[in-house]
């Protein structure tokens, strides 16, 4: 069992930055691929980024490759997400996921979801 609980969420500016984290219980973490799916007013949850076990391989949708880095720290069981050259269209509710040993594009193949944290993006 993993539980994730995302942190760093708030307001930010076009163009600015923000970072979210995701802190994880269980001493399985490691076992886990880990992401990020975010999900917009009157939109379903979509993909944002994907970072794989052991941190060596990284997927990113093609709305956000370019301007976020997905980064894990194993010994603290946490993931981030640095979100830069923020856009109005960034704005929805952001979701860490993990999925057991496998990436995961799809909120279908989530074993893990936390409760989310608003970003809102202003212009």
């Known amino acids: 069992q993993v539980q994730l609980v995302e942190s760093g969420g708030g307001l930010g500016q076009a163009g600015g930055s923000l970072r979210l984290s995701c802190a994880a219980s269980?001493?399985?973490?490691?076992?886990?691929?880990l992401g990020w799916f975010r999900q917009a007013p009157g939109k379903e949850r979509e993909f944002v980024g994907v970072m794989s076990r052991d941190g060596d391989s990284t997927y990113y949708a093609d709305s956000v490759k370019g301007r976020f880095i997905i980064s894990r720290d194993n010994a603290k069981n946490t993931v981030y997400l640095q979100m830069n050259s923020m856009e109005p269209e960034d704005t929805g509710v952001y979701y860490c996921?993990?999925?057991?040993?496998?990436?995961?594009?799809?909120?279908?193949?989530?074993?893990?979801w936390g409760r989310g944290t608003q970003v809102t993006v202003s212009s």
């Open positions: 269980g001493r399985t973490f490691s076992s886990h691929s």
């Open positions: 996921a993990a999925r057991i040993r496998y990436m995961a594009l799809s909120a279908s193949d989530i074993d893990y």
